[in-house]
């Protein structure tokens, strides 16, 4: 096996592992919003977007910034740890 595609595997493996670490926080972030009875029109409301905007970015669609997770955790009543946390 050729250094470009050990390379490779590991930076996909990497990839890999962030794409389910940020598919964690999505579920933590639904999770908490129907824990609460709140629905995405309401949370797209005090994010200050549409609604379709909001649901990419709930399902993934859209990346979640950090200030956007800040704000999500304002929200939805919980400390930035909550979605962070393993």
Known sequence: ??????F???KNEKEEKITSR???????VI???K??????????????MTKSGYFKMETG????????????SEVLKVELEYFLKE
């Open 35 to 48: 824990r609460l009875g709140l629905s995405q029109t309401y949370i797209a409301n005090e994010l200050e």
């Open 22 to 28: 940020i598919n964690d926080v999505l579920k933590k």
């Open 1 to 6: 096996m050729n250094v470009s595609k050990l």
């Open 8 to 10: 490779n595997m590991k």
């Open 61 to 72: 669609k859209t990346k979640l910034d950090i200030r956007r997770l800040l704000e999500l």
């Open 31 to 33: 999770y908490r919003r």
